[in-house]
Every structure is written in C-alpha cells, then in structure tokens.
C-alpha cells in the first residue's frame, strides 16, 4: 500500500527566504507526483504535475524535484512572500488515476 | 478550479438524515473522483469515476453512495450508515488515466451532524 509523508508538518520562515518542502513515497511504481495548494476552509490548487519520466517541472518561484528511485520529491520556493503562506500537499498516481495524498505542510511567511 | 463546481458550500444535516452534495464540470473530463478531509489530515478516496455509468469504491466508501449518470455530473450521497460524516468534501476531475493527467478540485463542501 503506497504511503505518502511530508516534512515538515508545518514551516515559519521570513519573508523573502528561499524554502524547501519534503514528500516521500513508499511505493516507486508511480505514474506522476503533483504538488497542490489549499488556502483555509479552500479546495486544491494544482501547482505543478512530475511525469514519472521526469526529473522536474518550474512554474515561476516554483520549483518541484522527482526522484523516483529513492521515492522523493522536493518543492522548492524562492523568495517566499507572505502571500504563499498556505499548506502544500503532494500526492502520488500509481495507476494513472486514483491520487494518493500526504498530511501536507503548513507554511507561514511571515512580513 | 478547472471547472469544477461544487455545491451547497456549507451543509447541515441532522441524525439518521441521507443529504447528497452536487459536483459538477464543464471540460469534458472523463474522469471524476470525491475525496474526504479531515483536520489536518491528508485526503482519502471514497469513490471515483472513470467513465459514464461505471464508478468504482475507494479507500472509504462505507456509507456513501455515488452515481454517474451525465458526464458532467458525480453527486455524492452521504447516508445515515456513515458513522462520522462530519468533514470537508471536495470533488475532482481530469483525464482518465496516464503520466499527464493532472487532477482538478473544486472549492469544496463542508458537512456538519448537528
């Protein structure tokens, strides 16, 4: 059974630091990893989608890293703005469809 | 939220009460799938969609129901048989299957047992 688990549970830099967030996979048969956002009380917001066949995808200050063989996944963010505070979840496709997810990482920026 | 609209935002439901919440999409996924939340845990799976007229059960599909009559359409059904129903629903959609395809959520439903 995949098992997917972030670290921090939850992350307070200042503003304008650049951060990393941690998923790990249990299972490495993966068919992609997709890092979302949720804002409080919000649904998801997709921030960037890892083919298996990939090693990583940017979209901005973004930045989001696969490897596969040590069923890993980073997300990096440069110059963190207040704005980003939120909680980031990654979650994994094995078949290509059915998702499955971390507990997500809290972020604070703080001003 | 790639299309995806979910409805009501807030829902109260009382002991021994079935209430079903509504999802719905204008791009055409073929797939759909209705996940549960709860406080700061992840999302779990209840059921999922591949295709009209055909659904399959998640990770937590005690006590729920679904049907996928339209493909624009995958409504929930919560029924009294559901122990603990009180969370956060969120509804998805995207392409059936393969590396590419990436999931879409909608805003949400929030369920309360009074």
């Known amino acids: 059974k995949q098992e997917v688990t972030q670290i921090p549970a939850a992350l307070s830099v200042p503003e304008g630091e650049n951060l990393v967030l941690n998923c790990s996979f249990t299972?490495?048969?993966?068919?992609?990893l997709q890092w979302f956002r949720q804002d409080p009380g919000k649904g998801l917001t997709s921030l960037l989608l890892i083919q298996s066949s990939q090693r990583e995808q940017t979209s901005g200050r973004l930045n989001a890293s696969l490897d596969k063989s040590s069923g890993r996944s980073t997300l990096y963010i440069a110059a963190s703005q207040p704005g980003d505070s939120a909680t980031y979840l990654c979650?994994?496709?094995?078949?290509?469809?059915?998702?499955?997810f971390g507990e997500g990482t809290q972020l604070t920026v703080n001003p | 939220d790639g299309g995806i609209t979910q409805s009501p935002k807030y829902l109260f439901r009382k002991e021994g009460q079935n209430v079903t919440l509504s999802c719905e999409q204008n791009l055409n996924h073929d797939a759909m799938y209705w996940y549960r939340q709860d406080p700061g845990q992840g999302l779990r799976l209840i059921y999922y969609?591949?295709?009209?007229?055909?659904?399959q059960k998640g990770d937590i599909a005690e006590g729920y129901s679904v049907s996928r009559e339209k493909k624009e359409s995958f409504p929930l059904t919560v029924t009294s048989a559901q122990k603990n129903p009180t969370a956060f629903y969120l509804c998805?959609?995207?392409?059936?299957?393969?590396?590419?395809?990436?999931?879409?959520f909608g805003p949400g439903t929030r369920l309360t047992v009074l």
């Open positions: 299972d490495s048969a993966i068919y992609n």
């Open positions: 998805a959609g995207g392409p059936q299957g393969g590396e590419a395809s990436e999931q879409f």
């Open positions: 969609s591949q295709i009209v007229n055909d659904f």
């Open positions: 979650a994994v496709s094995r078949s290509g469809s059915r998702l499955t």
